[in-house]
Each structure stands twice: as C-alpha cells, then as structure tokens.
C-alpha cells in the first residue's frame, strides 16, 4: 500500500494527525526534498527507508514503490502542502493503478493556507471578492492560454500564485495590462510557518524591486487582491437581524 501524504506547509506541527501516524507507521518514505521540512523525517521509525525525490525521476519513485509492495511494506509518499495542488501525484498515481498497487490520499495545509494565518487575512471578504484563483505564472510549465494571468486579472478576485516569485515582473506586467490597478494591495509570503518566514506588504506596482529589496526568488506564494486592504462588508452570517439555520435574527433597537 502506498500513502501519499500532505506533510503540511512546513511548520512540522501542521502535519495532520493521520499523516504523522503514517509516518510513524511506514516502511519506506519517499520525501519531496525540496519543500518538506526533514524535521518531520525524525518521527520515522529505526528501520525506515528513507528516499528524497529530489534527486529521483518519476520511473525510480515508481520503482522503489513497486519494490516495497513486493515485499509487502507499506511506502508513504511525502508531499510539501497539500497534494493536491502542484504535487504531481496524478502521474504517480496512474503508473500504481497499472501496476495493481493500491493507494490512498491524505491531505495536508496548504502553503496557500499557511500564508493566510500569516498575513492575518481572510481570503473572501463580503464586497471585495468572494472567490480565490489559485493559479501561477508561465514559466518552464506551460499554462493553458485561457488561464494566462491577464485572463484570469479580469476577475480581480483574491489571486494566490504559486512557483511564481521568480517571474515576479511578468505576473506585475499581466496584472496590470488585465485590469488590475497599479495600488492593488499585494503581498509575499516566504517560506510561509517555517522558523524563518517572512511577509512583505506592498501594491501590486512595487511588487518586483520589494522582492528584489528581500532577496525573495523561491519558496514564496504571491498575494494579490482588495482582501488584503482596509474596506469590506461585515458578513451577513453574524449580523444580528439575519435569521441563519441556527439563530433567529432580531431586529436592532
Ligand atoms: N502542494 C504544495 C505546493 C507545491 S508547489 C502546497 O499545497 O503548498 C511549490 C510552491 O509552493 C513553491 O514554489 C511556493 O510557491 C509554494 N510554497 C510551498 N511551501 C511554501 C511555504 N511554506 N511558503 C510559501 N510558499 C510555499
């Protein structure tokens, strides 16, 4: 059996409980070395193997879960964040189901998550935006031309982009040229729970050189949207004259 694990954003207490019991439990871990904090590595038990993807091909992870299943060991396949977003999971997964090796999924808190609780914001705030678009520049990795960034600008809604702080000056370029304005709050979250974590407030039009300023070229997320300035509507969920499922509203002397 191979578990795919969400280790979390870094903090290695943001782990869920049943990923670390995984861990605690596993034969093998296969590691995503560049992003999961090795702290985590340390709940292993004595006689775990310990592999780092970093340094593997997609064919040698694949090997070294076909082996352990082989031998009736149980592989957890640690993941930075959450799995689901940016993981490449998707191709591990359709090579286990040709091999008959059975898998399940365990999630984990997103970067993206992580860099909320430290910026202190609220992603869908009531008359700003009520939706997050998760997304990333186009770099190595192609994007589909529906979802360049200029596109996607014409919502304005809160945008969260992943694997983009190096291309930091095309996000600002397509930005703009997709609508947003040039004092639209942004923000940059580096190395998001990690003991060395850092947050940078600025607008979307001086984003690039405060990157430059704070030497920030990875590991970041980039947040862009009116959450993250002063004005909002109060939610209608704790108003106190709307009835809700579970309080009968009064009206206000
Ligand atoms: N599955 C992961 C994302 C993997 S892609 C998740 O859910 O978070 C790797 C990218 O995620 C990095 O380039 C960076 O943009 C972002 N990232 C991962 N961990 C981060 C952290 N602790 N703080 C800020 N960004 C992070």
Redesign the pocket.
Known sequence: MVHFV?AG??ATDLITIRGLKLIQNADIIIYAGS?VNPELLKEAGPECRIYNSAHMTLKEVIEVMEDGEKAFLTTVRL?????????AIREQMDELKKRNISFDICP?V???S??AAALQAEYTLPGVSQSVIISRAKGRTEVPEKEELKALAAHQATMV?????ALVQDVKQELLEGGYAPDTPAAV??????PE?KVLRTTLDKLPEEMAAAGIR????IVVGGVLGESYEKSRLYDASFTTEFRKGKSEP
């Open positions: 969400g954003p870094g992003l993941h930075t964040g959450d799995p689901s977003l940016y993981g984990g997103s970067s993206f992580g860099a982009l992943f694997l983009s702080s979250v580096y190395k998001a729970t990690w974590e990875k590991t970041a997320l």
